[in-house]
């Protein structure tokens, strides 16, 4: 059975900084392309880090590109979000998948609420 844990949601301030973590179990990430994304309350869910396998190529969305930088360790099979200089707007539950195309059952995701 395939399991991704997410963790490392929290409340923090305005401009503060989390890291989110991605524990993948059942299945090896080694060859696919990983991502997170993110659901605002009453948004649909959008993908806003992606990072290749091989090369470690990455992708971001403009509203986090310069902000958040995901990264992977194939050994822990795990990926990782560093998120800095976040903002209200950043508010949502936060999930990792396959990307471009997710490839599991969401799970539940970590809830980043940033907030003064």
């Known amino acids: 059975q395939v399991q991704l844990v997410k963790s490392g949601g929290d409340l923090v301030q305005p401009g503060g900084s989390l890291r989110l973590s991605c524990v993948v179990s059942?299945?090896?990430?080694?060859?696919?392309?990983a991502g997170w994304f993110r659901q605002a309350p009453g948004q649909e869910r959008e993908d806003i880090a992606c990072?290749?396998?091989?090369?470690?190529?990455?992708y971001y969305a403009d509203s986090v590109n310069g902000r958040f930088t995901i990264s992977r360790d194939n050994a822990k099979n795990t990926v990782y979000l560093q998120m800095n200089s976040l903002s209200p707007e950043d508010t949502a539950v936060y999930y990792c998948n396959t990307a471009p195309m997710p490839s599991f059952p969401w799970g539940q995701g970590t809830q980043v609420t940033v907030s003064s």
């Open positions: 059942g299945f090896s990430l080694d060859y696919y392309a």
């Open positions: 990072i290749n396998s091989t090369d470690r190529s990455t």
